[in-house]
């Protein structure tokens, strides 16, 4: 057993952000970070886009910033939670800024702003293509240089702790002690008791297969707060981005950044027509979600595995100094942007939706926080604002730490059982759980993808239930290893989602279902 003050699941923005601002501010207290797989591998690591806040205050304003944002969330946004996050946003960056992020300039020094689909003025700021990696570089710096850090890689936190691992009766009001977690070198499982645990971790992506999220992106923290009877809502609003690169593979794909087309990129269908104009007056620069449409609609007719993006009649050189790794990613599999079109495919990108929190980052189960892509505030509604996403993580970590610094977590004194796998056996052979893992995500692509209607979720629901049924036994019988937790929590969230899908009555924002054609505003 391991006994901690804070414990943080995730070590992406919102995870790093906390646990940096924690120990900094209580010296004498312990803060311990898992993160499965190496300590720098998040979602955050792969955001290319950028942050988005206001600090042109001449051209720009935080009112448009609001406005665009909840024209975005289609009408699902909590505008007080908006209004925070846009408002607070400017200072968590100079904060970032403090600790050493560097981010784009112009000559005279002032930040180079970009703009991206839905925001109506330039207020996106970037580090070239690969905003995420500099914000994680920074925050790793910094958590490396306090002692009372403890980051654990490779360690893969399996569930939280809650009365129900109690003997006694079961409460209604349930507590969150901490987490089991696997060390993934050792295969032990052990204990960490801590007096307030906060979900960090990320999104879920790979339940979907084609997505632009890493491999870790596998739903954790959502799948041990629903089967710790934490509320989770607006699973059914997922966004695909619209332009991942196609290689025919069903892994993590290559990010053909939104900026792309905000550059000039056309989308072309294989006959090489312009198509989005026939969707959307705004053509390429509209929101995603009607982008994301829009190809699905085109590969659909045609049958095509992709469609494609044009960039040849661009300014090259232009183009390699503001997306240099898109350029070289292009170019090693062979596609010379300056004369090939890009293939590009639809892939699961962002998750709008989550384990609920209020506005100082509480769950409804107590001592248990989240922030980030994990996390639903109520920021994005049915539809989240480019570049708004590392704005939430940022902002909710420094609001849990706020709330922790006046509500300060009393230590438990409860014993806390240790994890029990008597009786089980190492699984031998890993193919079935692969199997199973790609069964999943055909199952997901295939009816509750970009497009669903009622009677493929039903399906999907149908056999995604012989589905569970079938990992449960797994489960029972074997020791965990990594890949059985992942395919345990996968089921999870695409049962949520799949059920939230069913609930879901209307179109709205990222949420598209054929049964009920979407009524103009």
């Not at 601002?21 to 970070?33: Q, R, S």
């Not at 892509?373 to 539809?383: D, K, Q, R």
Request: proline share 2%.
């Amino acid at each position: 057993m391991l006994e901690t003050n804070f414990l943080i699941i995730g070590s992406g923005a919102a995870g790093l952000t906390l646990a940096v601002k924690l120990a900094a501010e209580f010296p004498k207290k312990k803060v311990t970070v898992v993160t499965k797989a190496h300590q720098s591998e998040s979602n955050t690591k792969y955001a290319q886009g950028g942050v988005a806040a206001v600090f042109d205050l001449k051209e720009d304003s935080f009112q448009k910033h609001i406005e665009d944002t909840l024209i975005a969330g289609d009408g699902l946004c909590d505008a007080s939670v908006v209004e925070m996050v846009i408002k607070e946003g400017p200072k968590r960056l100079r904060e970032l800024m403090a600790w050493g992020a560097k981010f784009d300039t112009d000559a005279d020094g002032e930040l180079t702003l970009g703009r991206e689909g839905g925001h109506s003025e330039f207020r996106v700021i970037h580090h070239k293509d690969t905003t995420g990696n500099e914000i994680e570089r920074t925050l790793l710096e910094r958590a490396n240089q306090l002692p009372n850090i403890t980051l654990l890689p490779h360690h893969f936190a399996i569930d939280l702790i809650t009365e129900h691992h109690f003997s006694e009766n079961k409460t209604e009001n349930l507590s969150c002690y901490g987490a089991y977690v696997l060390d993934q070198i050792s295969g032990n499982i052990f204990t960490i008791k801590a007096d307030c645990t906060t979900l960090a971790s990320g999104g879920m992506g790979r339940v979907y297969g084609h997505t632009t999220n890493p491999a870790v992106a596998t739903g954790d923290g959502i799948a041990m707060a629903y089967r710790a009877k934490a509320r989770i809502q607006n699973m059914e609003f997922i966004q695909f981005h619209p332009t991942a690169l196609y290689d025919g593979n069903n892994g993590a794909s290559f990010l053909i950044s939104e900026a792309v087309r905000g550059f000039g990129a056309f989308l072309r269908n294989k006959k090489g027509e312009r198509f989005m104009l026939k969707y959307d007056e705004r053509g390429e620069l509209a929101s995603r979600d009607i982008v994301s449409r829009a190809i699905d609609s085109e590969m659909k007719k045609s049958g095509d595995e992709c469609v494609f993006l044009d960039c040849t009649h661009l300014d090259i050189d232009d183009f390699k100094k503001h997306f240099p790794t898109i350029y070289e990613t292009c170019l090693k599999r062979n596609i010379n942007v300056a004369n090939d079109w890009i293939p590009v495919v639809p892939a699961s990108h962002y998750l709008c939706g989550g384990v609920v929190v209020d506005m100082d980052g509480k769950t409804s189960v107590k001592n248990l926080f989240a922030c980030g892509e994990c996390s639903y505030t109520g920021l994005h509604g049915a539809n989240r604002l480019a570049s708004n996403s590392l704005l939430e993580a940022l902002v909710y970590a420094d609001r849990i730490f706020q709330y922790l610094c006046k509500h300060k977590p009393s230590h438990t004194t409860k014993a806390i059982p240790e994890w029990n796998d008597e009786g089980t056996v190492l699984l031998k052979g890993s193919e079935i759980l692969q199997q199973k893992t790609e069964q999943l995500q055909r199952l997901m692509r295939r009816y509750a993808g970009v497009v669903r209607n009622n009677s493929d979720l039903e399906k999907a629901s149908a056999q995604l239930e012989v589905l569970y049924f079938e990992m449960e036994a797994l489960y029972q019988k074997h020791k965990l290893n990594t890949a059985l937790s992942e395919l345990r929590n996968m089921v999870n969230v695409a049962h949520l989602i799949i059920q939230q899908s069913l609930k879901r009555k209307e179109n709205r924002g990222g949420y598209f279902n054929e049964d009920y054609k979407k009524v103009k505003k």
